[in-house]
C-alpha cells in the first residue's frame, strides 16, 4: 500500500519559515518524480514546485520562487520543502504527490492527506 505522509505545517508568523516533510512508503520512490500542491480555502489546488526522481531537476511556481526550496532523500524515503519569507497568501493546505514526471501538468498517481499551512499577517 502506497502512502505519502506531510507533516510539518503549523501556524507561523508572515516572514517566517517552515520545513514540510513528506515521507513516502510502499513504492520504489526513486523512480517517482515528487510534486508539491497547494489548496487555498475556496480555491482550487495549485501547483508549487516539483523534483526529479534523482533530486538533480527542480521546477516552482512564479509565486513561491526564491522563497521556497524543495529537495529530496532517495534513501530515507522522503521528500522536504523549505518555505521561507511566508506571506499570508501562502496559507493552504500542502500536499505531496508522485508522479512519473515532474512538472505542474504532469499526472501524479499517488497523494499525501495534506498537512495545513497558515501564515498571519
Known amino acids: 500500500q502506497v502512502q505519502l505522509v506531510e507533516s510539518g505545517g503549523r501556524s507561523v508568523q508572515a516572514g517566517g519559515s517552515l520545513r514540510l516533510s513528506c515521507a513516502a512508503s510502499?513504492?520504489?520512490?526513486?523512480?517517482?518524480?515528487l510534486g508539491w500542491f497547494r489548496q487555498a480555502p475556496g480555491k482550487e489546488r495549485e501547483f508549487v514546485t516539483a523534483i526529479s526522481r534523482g533530486g538533480a531537476g527542480t521546477t516552482y511556481a512564479d509565486s513561491v520562487k526564491g522563497r521556497f526550496s524543495v529537495s529530496r532523500d532517495n534513501v530515507k524515503n522522503t521528500a522536504s520543502l523549505e518555505m521561507n519569507s511566508l506571506r499570508p497568501e501562502d496559507t493552504a493546505v500542502y500536499y505531496c504527490?508522485?508522479?512519473?514526471?515532474?512538472?505542474?501538468?504532469?499526472?501524479?498517481?499517488?497523494w499525501g492527506q495534506g498537512t495545513q499551512v497558515t501564515v498571519s499577517s
Open positions: 510502499g513504492l520504489s520512490f526513486r523512480k517517482y518524480a
Open positions: 504527490a508522485a508522479g512519473s514526471d515532474w512538472g505542474p501538468t504532469s499526472r501524479y498517481d499517488y
